[in-house]
Nanobody, 116 residues
Framework: QVQLVESGGDLVQPGGSLRLSCAASGSIFSFKIMGWYRQAPGKERELVAFITSSIMTNYADSVKGRFTISRDSTKNTLYLQMNSLKPEDTAVYYC??????????WGQGTQVIVSS
C-alpha cells in the first residue's frame, strides 16, 4: 500500500515562503502523475499544481509565478515551493499521486496559514 506523507505546513506572514514536502513510501517512478491540491474552509478541494513522469508541469492560474512543483526521485519526494504567499493561499494542502493503472493515492494533508 502506497503511503504519502506531507510536511512543511506552517503559519507564515503574507509575502513569506514555505516549502511543502510529500514523501512517498515507494518509488515515485511508479506514478504517472503527482500533484498538490488544497482545500480552504467552506470550499471545494482544488488542484494547485501537478508534475508528470516526463517532468511536465502545470499550475492553477492563482499560483502561477509564485509556486513551483518539483520532485526528487532519489528521495521519492514531491515538493511545492510557495513564494509571495497571500492570505487566500490559506488551506490544507494535500499530496496526490496516480499510478499508471489509474489508482489514486492521497496524503493526510498539511495546514498552511497565511496571516499577519
Amino acid at each position: 500500500q502506497v503511503q504519502l506523507v506531507e510536511s512543511g505546513g506552517d503559519l507564515v506572514q503574507p509575502g513569506g515562503s514555505l516549502r511543502l514536502s510529500c514523501a512517498a513510501s515507494g518509488s515515485i517512478f511508479s506514478f504517472k502523475i503527482m500533484g498538490w491540491y488544497r482545500q480552504a474552509p467552506g470550499k471545494e478541494r482544488e488542484l494547485v499544481a501537478f508534475i508528470t513522469s516526463s517532468i511536465m508541469t502545470n499550475y492553477a492560474d492563482s499560483v502561477k509565478g509564485r509556486f513551483t512543483i518539483s520532485r526528487d526521485s532519489t528521495k521519492n519526494t514531491l515538493y511545492l515551493q510557495m513564494n509571495s504567499l497571500k492570505p487566500e493561499d490559506t488551506a490544507v494542502y494535500y499530496c496526490n499521486a496516480e499510478s499508471y493503472s489509474g489508482v489514486r493515492y492521497w496524503g493526510q494533508g498539511t495546514q498552511v496559514i497565511v496571516s499577519s
